[in-house]
């Protein structure tokens, strides 16, 4: 995969971006290929660590009741949200940004 060249302190850095790395350890390493002024080189390899993100494997729909003094439900359902269950742990640092647990909700307006 071809990098981006920037210059980083008077020097050039090579960085590159992918998606397609898989969850687990990955060795990775550097080549440049040369050209008419500079000889090919290769870097040391590398493990790096590829955390999966969460995914939903399971929702439920959450409603809730009101019980008199007795325990007996009264009156309908009403619904309150939905429960998810994530495929990994969920950080409780990040949990508040819905952002780092993805997750499609559909609206059939035909169905109301």
């Avoid at 590829?50 to 007996?72: C, D, H, Q, T, Y």
């Avoid at 309908?76 to 647990?101: C, I, L, Q």
Wanted: charged residues 15%; proline residues 5%.
């Amino acid at each position: 995969m071809p990098a981006t060249l920037t210059e980083v302190g008077g020097l050039d850095q090579a960085t590159l971006t992918t998606s397609s790395l898989v969850a687990g350890t990955q060795t990775l390493a550097a080549t440049y290929n040369g050209d008419a002024t500079f000889a090919s080189s290769g870097s040391n390899s590398v493990n790096v660590t590829i955390n999966a993100l969460p995914m939903i494997f399971s929702e439920n729909v959450v409603r809730m009741r009101k019980i008199n003094k007795n325990g007996k439900p009264v009156g309908k359902p009403v619904f309150v949200g939905f429960a998810f269950d994530y495929s990994t742990a969920m950080n409780p640092a990040a949990a508040e940004n819905r952002a780092n647990y993805p997750g499609h909700l559909f609206h059939d307006s035909a169905r109301q």
